[in-house]
Nanobody, 124 residues
Framework: QVQLVESGGGLVQAGGSLRLSCSAS????????VGWFRQAPGKEREFVAA????????YYADSVKGRFTISRDSAVNAVYLQMYILKPEDTAVYYC?????????????????WGQGTQVTVSS
């Protein structure tokens, strides 16, 4: 069992930046791939970014490519999502999730464990 906790969300003006953290407890997730998803009110949960278990491969949605960076620090059992040049359309609840699978990172059904989410609000 893996428990995930997201942190770092908040209110920021357009053009600003935030860094989200995903911390794991209960079991190390160094052997898991980790993904970030987001869900805005009235919309489906959408893929944002993912990182392989080794950290050697990263994946991004087109909408965030060049603005967001995903990274992991296995020493502290954490994964980060650095977000730059935030836009109002980035407003959503952001979730991290883990999977032992090696593909399908863009699909919510790929992931086994999910955090509770952290709210990101970008004002115009």
């Amino acid at each position: 069992q893996v428990q995930l906790v997201e942190s770092g969300g908040g209110l920021v003006q357009a053009g600003g930046s935030l860094r989200l953290s995903c911390s794991a407890s209960g079991r190390t997730f160094s052997s898991y791939a980790v993904g970030w998803f987001r869900q805005a009110p009235g919309k489906e949960r959408e893929f944002v970014a993912a990182i392989s278990w080794s950290g050697s491969s990263t994946y991004y949605a087109d909408s965030v490519k060049g603005r967001f960076t995903i990274s992991r620090d296995s020493a502290v059992n954490a994964v980060y999502l650095q977000m730059y040049i935030l836009k109002p359309e980035d407003t959503a609840v952001y979730y991290c999730a883990t999977t032992t699978l090696g593909s399908g990172y863009g699909l919510p059904r790929t992931y086994n464990y999910w955090g509770q989410g952290t709210q990101v609000t970008v004002s115009s």
